[in-house]
């Protein structure tokens, strides 16, 4: 696969064109994260073909993390849920957490 870097046009980190969850305080747990000084992973694409695939990168470290989702593989949409980003930010303090759609 070749790394393509973004889409013009196509979808950017805080960018989707649809409201997410929101927190007690109304603002999205996007938001919420950026404000804390947390970033937020870029979705980059690798193109396979005629097709363009989706991929995070998060973390650093020796070890690469592959993370095949099979019920949740939004990249972006995952990560206003809470719990899950949690989860993400876990799996990526033990290395480069690498995810991608499917």
């Known amino acids: 696969m070749e790394p393509v870097g973004r889409i013009p046009g196509?979808?950017?980190s805080?960018?989707?064109g649809r409201s997410g969850p929101s927190t007690r305080s109304g603002a999205s747990p996007r938001v919420v994260c950026e404000e804390m000084?947390?970033?937020?992973?870029?979705?980059r694409y690798a193109r396979r073909g005629?097709?363009?695939i989706a991929?995070?990168?998060?973390g650093e470290g020796e070890r690469d993390l592959v993370l095949v989702s099979s019920w949740f593989s939004h990249l972006e949409a995952r990560w206003d849920i809470p719990s899950f980003a949690h989860y993400l930010r876990r799996l990526a303090s033990f290395g480069?957490?690498?995810?991608?759609?499917k």
Not at 55 to 58: D, L, R, S, W
Request: net charge negative; hydrophobic share 30%.
């Open 10 to 12: 196509g979808p950017t």
């Open 37 to 43: 000084g947390a970033s937020l992973p870029e979705t």
């Open 50 to 52: 005629d097709i363009n």
């Open 55 to 58: 991929y995070q990168v998060v």
């Open 96 to 101: 480069r957490l690498i995810s991608f759609d």
């Open 14 to 16: 805080g960018s989707r």
